[in-house]
């Protein structure tokens, strides 16, 4: 069985499908599950951990550091 790690811990569910599918682009598998205990009642989404095979976890995070720098040089300067 692969030991999984978590590579990043995402504000939403919208963030976390935003760094699995980039993670799925660069080929790298991942599983997402609730970063802490969330009232089923509450209305917003809970944090949620992103995790990737142990031995995937360098190529996962060279994957989300050129995600978050294609989005810097994106985004509008103010």
């Keep these: 069985m692969t030991r999984l790690v978590q590579v990043a811990v995402a504000g939403d569910v919208a963030e976390a499908e935003l760094i699995q599918g980039m993670l799925t682009t660069a080929g790298i598998d991942s599983r ?45 300067e103010a």
């Design 32 to 76: 997402v599950e609730p970063a802490a205990e969330h009232d089923p009642e509450a209305h917003d989404d809970p944090p949620l951990k992103v995790l990737v095979a142990e031995s995937e976890i360098d190529d996962a995070r060279e994957a989300i550091e050129a995600l978050a720098e294609l989005e810097e040089s994106e985004s509008p």
